[in-house]
């Protein structure tokens, strides 16, 4: 039998003396990703014993604002596409997308 494949994803913070974040690097060599910069970092992560999830959400000082709100419009259609996959519920995954929609719309990000 084969050993167990270990795979490390890499998140490195540098913070100003407030301790807001002013540089964001990551590192996934699974994926040939070695030390890119990042504006933004959303990681949510499922405690079974609490049965909440945990959250990090992390952005730069010089994130732009306009860049946030197409961040957040690809997070909230990749978190529908990954309810989907998870779940198979496709009329919550038809309603996620139309808020998705619904979203973009209100932020004039579909042109």
């Known amino acids: 039998m084969a050993g167990m494949h270990?795979?490390?994803?890499?998140?490195?913070?540098?913070?100003?003396?407030?301790?807001?974040?002013?540089?964001?690097?990551?590192?996934?060599?699974?994926?040939?990703?070695?030390?890119?910069e990042a504006k933004a970092i959303m990681l949510s992560v499922w405690d079974s014993n609490a049965?909440?999830?945990l959250r990090i959400d992390l952005w730069t000082k010089d994130m732009p604002v306009d860049e946030m709100k197409v961040f957040f419009y690809q997070?909230?259609?990749?978190m529908s596409d990954t309810f989907n996959r998870a779940t198979q519920d496709e009329k919550m995954t038809a309603t996620m997308k139309d808020f998705c929609d619904y979203f973009a719309e209100k932020l004039e990000l579909k042109k």
């Open 51 to 53: 049965k909440e999830s």
């Open 6 to 36: 270990k795979s490390k994803i890499e998140l490195n913070i540098e913070l100003d003396e407030n301790r807001v974040p002013e540089n964001l690097h990551w590192t996934a060599e699974d994926g040939g990703i070695s030390n890119e």
């Open 75 to 78: 997070t909230l259609v990749s």
